[in-house]
């Protein structure tokens, strides 16, 4: 039986992607936000986090957003 995390589980990389975007596109003016997914190694669920990728991690999603071309419709 795996260790249960203490973070948020996700059942599989898409469930976790979309949560991504969700947290992006709706907190915008916060300054710590997570920027990719990664699947846990002790639970085996997949996870969302803002630390910093190590050389020799893989990573199965990031995201990077250029925040100075983001346009903002206000009609």
């Not at 639970?43 to 190590?54: E, N, P, R, V, Y």
Request: glycine share 2%.
């Amino acid at each position: 039986m795996r260790t249960k995390c203490k973070k948020k589980p996700f059942h599989d990389k898409g469930e976790a992607v979309k949560a991504l975007h969700v947290i992006l596109n709706n907190n915008r003016d916060m300054c710590h936000l997570p920027n990719r997914t990664y699947q846990c190694p002790l639970c085996l669920q997949w996870h969302l986090t803002s630390k910093a990728i190590d050389d020799d991690q893989h990573v199965e999603y990031k995201l990077t957003l250029d925040w100075s071309k983001l346009l903002i419709s206000t009609q």
